[in-house]
Every structure is written in structure tokens, then in C-alpha cells.
């Protein structure tokens, strides 16, 4: 592994950026990793089809975590079509390393729980609320 890659996913990993909750998230979607136990919570304040702000909660290994805390940074005042663009290259560009099956499901739980979370507000009706 690359070591300024390995610095920066343990930097990540022990001083996280965006790690906590919203008081009244938009959205809110968590995914789990049951093979290994990985849990990431990924939630959104939204107006206008845009990320106003962005948390993260959960638990897990060091790829995991570190992933959907770079993932908070990279789509803060986004629109929801690029967070819908965003794919496991972008992830792993992130991060910075190779990663083989069984550690790229951890680096890709923050994504998932993103996307879902984006995708799911496609049909919100911005005008009824609903």
C-alpha cells in the first residue's frame, strides 16, 4: 500500500470529517456490511436539489469509515445528479489504493448508502412536499 495513501485513510479513519447527525436530515439512508460488520448511516440536508450539508455515522474497519468521511467532503454543495454520477473509480481515487473483493465492499458502503439516499429523492416533489 502506498504510504502516503495509508496515512491519509488512517487520518481519515481517527479524526473524521462530518461524523455525526443532523438535526433534521432530508434524508437518511444506512447500509451494512454483514460479511464483516461494517455499518455506515449517510445523511443529507437537501434544498433545491443540492447538498446543503452532509453526516456520517457508523462503525467499522478503517476503509470503510474513511471512505464515507472523504465521501461527506467530495459531495457538500453538490447536486443530487452528481452524487448520482459518482462511482466506486471516484471511490477509489479517494482513497488512493487497490483494493481486492472482499475490502472494496467496505471502501463502497458510503456510496451505496449515498446513492441510495440520492435516488430515492428523485421523485421528491420539491413543490407539495411529498
Known amino acids: 500500500m502506498d504510504p502516503l495513501a495509508r496515512e491519509t485513510i488512517i487520518d481519515y479513519y481517527r479524526n473524521p470529517r462530518n461524523k455525526g447527525h443532523l438535526d433534521a436530515p432530508t434524508v437518511s ?11 455506515v448511516t449517510i445523511e443529507l440536508m437537501i434544498e433545491d436539489g443540492v447538498i446543503q450539508d452532509v453526516r456520517f455515522d457508523g ?29 466506486k473509480e471516484a471511490v477509489m481515487e479517494m482513497l488512493g489504493i487497490e483494493l ?4 472494496l465492499k467496505c471502501a463502497l458502503l458510503g456510496l451505496k448508502a449515498l446513492k441510495v439516499g440520492a435516488y430515492g429523492l428523485e421523485s421528491w416533489d420539491w413543490q407539495r412536499g411529498s
Open 29 to 39: 439512508h444506512e447500509e451494512k456490511n454483514p460479511t464483516c460488520g461494517d455499518v
Open 59 to 87: 462503525h467499522g474497519c478503517s476503509i470503510s469509515q474513511a471512505a464515507a468521511s472523504m465521501l461527506t467532503e467530495r459531495v457538500m454543495g453538490q447536486s443530487l445528479a452528481d452524487v448520482q454520477a459518482l462511482d
Open 100 to 103: 481486492g473483493p472482499a475490502r
